[in-house]
C-alpha cells in the first residue's frame, strides 16, 4: 500500500509550507524547480525540514489541515522535535543538492 507524507518546506528566509503528497521525493523536486503556480513556487520554499508518513490519505489530508491551523510557534516546535539542527533533510536526494538549511535561526522566521 502507497504511503503518504506530510511535510513541511521551508525557504532562505523561513517561510514556512505544509503541504501533503504520495510521493515526497517527487514532490520536493518540484518545489526545487519551481514547477507548479502558487504560494510555494512564490516564496521558493525549496528545504524539507519535516515530514511524516501514513498509508491512509484522509489521515493525510487531516494532519496537513491540522498542522496548518497551528500558530508558527508550535510549526516550529514540530519542526525542531525532529530536525533541531534545521538540516534540509532532502540534501543527499539529489546530486545539485544546493545549500542545506543548517544553522538557520527559527526566531528570524515569517510568520
Do not use: C
Request: net charge neutral; proline share 3%.
Amino acid at each position: 500500500m502507497p504511503d503518504y507524507y506530510v511535510y513541511i518546506m521551508t525557504n532562505h528566509s523561513g517561510t514556512l509550507y505544509t503541504g501533503v503528497t504520495n510521493d515526497l521525493e517527487r514532490r520536493v523536486a518540484e518545489h526545487r524547480a519551481g514547477i507548479e503556480k502558487g504560494f510555494a513556487s512564490k516564496y521558493k520554499t525549496n528545504r524539507l525540514m519535516y515530514y511524516e508518513a501514513t498509508t491512509d490519505i484522509n489521515d493525510a489530508i487531516a494532519r496537513e489541515k491540522q498542522i496548518k491551523s497551528w500558530r508558527r510557534s508550535r510549526k516550529i516546535e514540530l519542526i525542531q522535535a525532529m530536525n533541531p539542527r534545521w538540516k534540509d533533510l532532502a540534501e543527499e536526494w539529489y546530486e545539485d543538492a544546493g545549500v542545506a538549511g543548517e544553522g538557520l535561526d527559527p526566531s528570524l522566521r515569517s510568520g
